[in-house]
């Protein structure tokens, strides 16, 4: 200890005449007490006022090898974060980004070393070297100093270390990686990667600064059309480590959120390289590891993230049909033969989700139910007769109604997926307290009965299920779910066609859940609701005309036809259903004393002729 302290004295003696030797030697005695990776020992050279000693003598003439050993003394101090608040106070920071071009790559390499460790997880740090300029010159080394590779020498240590502070200035800093992509280290990046693939240390930290690169939407669209994809794919299928296969996988998830990477990704062949790594991770074969039902967490974390990444490249359309290759891709037949009849339910819900994605048009929801993968994926919610409870997990329940939603979107699929007994499989979820799969159930019947007149007037004269639909229309935790059952109430009643129907939503309370749609802020949601009153007042006003009165009807058309920023379209579907309600003497009563009569008439004006003509037309009802 006395050793240290007599080096510490000696430090702060020293002014610019000191010999350079002297200092080294001073700093040497630092160093060797530092090894011990003693807290105690940071904060007494702290409060011996050692960095702002190191500060002054990194701005003085000593030699190289002096500099470099300060610059390593801060960059050890450094590792402790109550050290690093104390180097900027000491204005050392300014100090180091000078040095970062230092001609001696030894100094430059402890340069990046302190300031790396001084901005680790330190914004404040960061913002400094920003604001000196330290992000600008550290890419200017990369590129100018590093651009030849002398393996062995001090510019291979320097390269390596450059990238971990970049990385650590970068990490989690929007506007620095913002500012990095600026000035081209994107390119730089896929440059080294290209070139040092041999270099395991150096390309890890790479792939750690591309990830850091790509936190921002933004500057996803920088690694468009770089080789980045075909690069990382190369290293997912040659990594041996578990550290650094997440890692990769992590940075294939960030960048893969950009449509355009999806593509790309999906060309380097991602997928199949993805299926290997599954294969080396979780068995020694694929088929071994589907059939295995429990996997080790690791095991599974790589499958899930895996087949996660898949799905993700299933979301971008371009990427989606290259993989599908209209029902011939690789990936598609993997899950029609393999994912859908695997006993984990990772791959069944994988299956679900991938079907799901490949039925986005019209062309592929044909194909689709053509290759018969309905029945399959009802197999997956269909509950077992021997079961004790009507349960689904909540995660395969909600892909697989997905997937059935978008197949049903095509006319003709629907009458297909209802010979199937989609619908008779389905129905039974609706009981159930999930709110997201109760929402795509809903979603799901509302596609199939759209046209389907005879399977609209079976459901709708269904009093029960009827009545749980005008439950979940009061739905308060997921808006979602009240929505959709709304709107399945309005298309009953229309696609139905059916006193019966209507006068079952009637009884069943439903006039109030879709007199509320009607005043909903989505204009085809409101058109939606006015549609099925006209109906409804059109063919069983009598029985309706209570549940009118109770529920505020005459006032929502009054507020919408007094509401100028209303669209012309829905002011005359409610010009059309005032009119209706007007043969019920009760209403055109009500209608009167609520001087609605007198708003149409002012609507007569209108500037929109058909509003006009329809309120002039509606006023002869008052006569």
Known sequence: MDDLNQAVVRLKLADENTESDELESSVDSILVALQRQDESMCQKLLDGGILNTASWSLKGNCNPSCKTKIARMVAEMAKNEFVRKPCIDAKL????????????????????????????????????????????????????????????SPNERLRTVACGFLMNLTYGNGPLQTEAVSLDVVELIVRYLQSCSDDV???????????????????????????????????LGSVTDAEQLEMILEVISSLAENDAMKL?????????????????????????????????????????????????????????????????GKLFMLVLTDWLSSPSPLYKISAALALG?????????????????????????????NAEEDFVDMRLGHAVLSALRNLAISKVNKPLLLQQDTLATILPLIHMDMHPVQFKLLGTIRMLIDGQAETAVQLGENSAFIQRVVELCECQIHAGVAGEANRLLAALVKHSASPNVMQTIVSSSGIKPLVSMATCEHTLMQNEALVALTL?????????????????????????????????????NVLTLAGFLTQSETLKGAMKEQKIKEVIQDMCNHSNEAVSRKASSVCQHFS
């Open 357 to 385: 994605n490949f039925a986005r048009s019209d062309e592929h929801c044909i194909k689709l139910v053509e290759l018969g993968i309905v029945g399959p994926l009802l197999k997956l919610i269909r509950k077992d007769d």
């Open 536 to 572: 409804v007042a059109s063919t069983c006003l009598g029985q309706s005309v209570p549940a009118m009165l109770e529920c505020g009807l005459l006032k929502v058309i009054k507020t919408v036809l007094q509401d100028n920023n209303i669209p012309d379209e829905v002011q005359c």
């Open 201 to 235: 240390v150096f390309c890890g930290k790479l792939i750690m600064c591309a990830g850091n690169m790509s936190d921002q939407d933004c500057n996803k669209v920088a690694f468009e059309e770089t080789g980045i994809c075909e690069i990382l794919t190369r290293g």
């Open 264 to 328: 790309e990704f999906a060309k380097a062949d991602l997928v199949e390289t993805l299926l290997k790594v599954v294969d080396k991770y979780a068995g020694s074969n694929r088929g071994a590891a589907r059939g295995r039902v429990s996997l080790s967490d690791e095991e599974f974390d790589v499958e899930k993230v895996s087949t996660d990444i898949i799905i993700l490249l299933l979301t971008g359309d371009e990427s989606m049909r290259y993989l599908f290759q209209n029902g011939e």
């Open 93 to 152: 920071i300014p100090t180091l980004c000078d040095l970062l071009g230092h001609d001696d790559a030894d100094v430059a390499i402890q340069t990046c070393r302190a300031l790396g460790n001084i901005c680790c997880d330190y914004d404040e740090a960061r913002l400094a070297i920003s604001q000196c300029g330290g992000l600008k010159t550290l890419i200017n080394l990369l590129k100018t100093r590093l651009v030849t590779v002398d393996k062995g």
